[in-house]
C-alpha cells in the first residue's frame, strides 16, 4: 500500500527541525516533507513586505499534489491559505496550534508582542519560550534548541514573518468557509496565543472541520504532546482514504 504523503509546516522563526518528535513517530508510515518556510531556516531572509500568499506560493513547489498538510501556527495559515487557493495541492488540512478571526483584543495582544520584538529581540525570544513551555516537562535541551533557532533569526526578517503572523487571518477568516478539504485543528488546552477558542472557531467556520483540545499542552504541540498530534493526522487520513 503506498503510503500517503505528509508536509509539515512550522512555525514563524522557526525551522523544519521542531518536527522531529513527529516525524520519529511517522517516519516507518508516511513519506514526510519538512520544507522550510521561505525567509526561515537555510532559506534567505524574507523581504519587507512579504505576505501570506508569499510565504504559500514560496513554498508551494515542494509540496506533491493530493498531500496531507499540518501547519503549525504560522505554519497552518500558509496550509488554510494554500487549501483555498491551491486546493490540488491539499488532501487534508491539519491546523496545529493556529490563530483564527482573532478578537480586536487578541489581535492587540499579537501586535504587542511583534511591538516588544522589535524594540528588544532578545527579550521577546525570551518571552516566547515562557510563553510556549513555562509549567511542561519537555527536556531542557529542546528549549535550549528551539532558543537557538529563534535567536539565528535575522532579526529583520523574523519581523517580517511575525506580521504576516499577527494580521494575516484578518484577511483569511472570511474565506475560511471555502476549503473543502477534510480537516481537524488541534491545540494545546493551555495555550495562550492560540487558544482553544480559536481552534473551536477554525472548526465552526470550515465546512468539514472538528476540534481537538489536548489537555495540559501547550504552544509547542509537536514537541510537548506529539503523539497525540499524530493520532489526529492519522485519524483524519485514515478517515478520508478511500480504496
Excluded at 495555550?191 to 483540545?213: F, K, Q, Y
Aim: hydrophobic share 40%.
Amino acid at each position: 500500500m503506498r503510503k500517503p504523503t505528509l508536509v509539515l509546516l512550522h512555525g514563524v522563526g522557526l525551522d523544519h527541525t521542531m518536527w522531529e518528535p513527529v516525524v520519529e513517530l511517522l517516519a516507518d508510515r508516511c513519506h514526510l516533507v519538512t520544507p522550510d518556510l521561505p525567509g526561515h531556516g537555510r532559506n534567505q531572509p524574507a523581504r519587507a513586505g512579504t505576505t501570506l500568499e508569499d510565504l504559500a506560493h514560496g513554498v508551494a513547489a515542494e509540496i506533491p499534489e493530493r498531500s496531507h498538510l499540518v501547519g503549525f501556527s504560522l505554519g497552518a495559515l500558509v496550509a488554510q491559505h494554500l487549501a483555498l487557493h491551491r486546493p490540488d495541492l491539499v488532501s487534508t488540512l491539519t491546523s496545529v496550534s493556529s490563530v483564527c478571526r482573532r478578537t480586536p483584543a487578541e489581535r492587540e495582544k499579537v501586535l504587542e508582542r511583534l511591538d516588544a520584538a522589535r524594540a528588544d529581540f532578545g527579550t521577546a525570544t525570551a518571552a516566547s519560550l515562557r510563553r510556549w513551555y513555562a509549567d511542561t516537562d519537555v527536556p531542557a535541551e529542546w528549549v535550549r534548541r528551539t532558543e537557538a533557532t529563534l535567536r539565528a533569526n535575522d532579526v529583520e526578517s523574523f519581523l517580517t514573518c511575525y506580521r504576516v503572523f499577527a494580521t494575516a487571518d484578518a484577511a483569511l477568516g472570511p474565506e475560511l468557509h471555502r476549503i473543502t478539504a477534510p480537516a481537524v485543528a488541534v491545540t494545546g488546552e493551555n495555550d495562550p496565543g492560540s487558544t482553544p477558542a480559536m481552534s473551536r472557531r477554525l472548526a465552526a467556520t470550515l465546512p468539514n472541520c472538528r476540534a481537538v483540545i489536548v489537555p495540559g499542552a501547550r504552544h509547542m504541540l509537536p514537541v510537548q504532546s506529539p503523539e497525540p498530534l499524530v493520532d489526529c493526522v492519522t485519524t483524519l487520513i485514515r478517515d478520508n482514504t478511500h480504496g
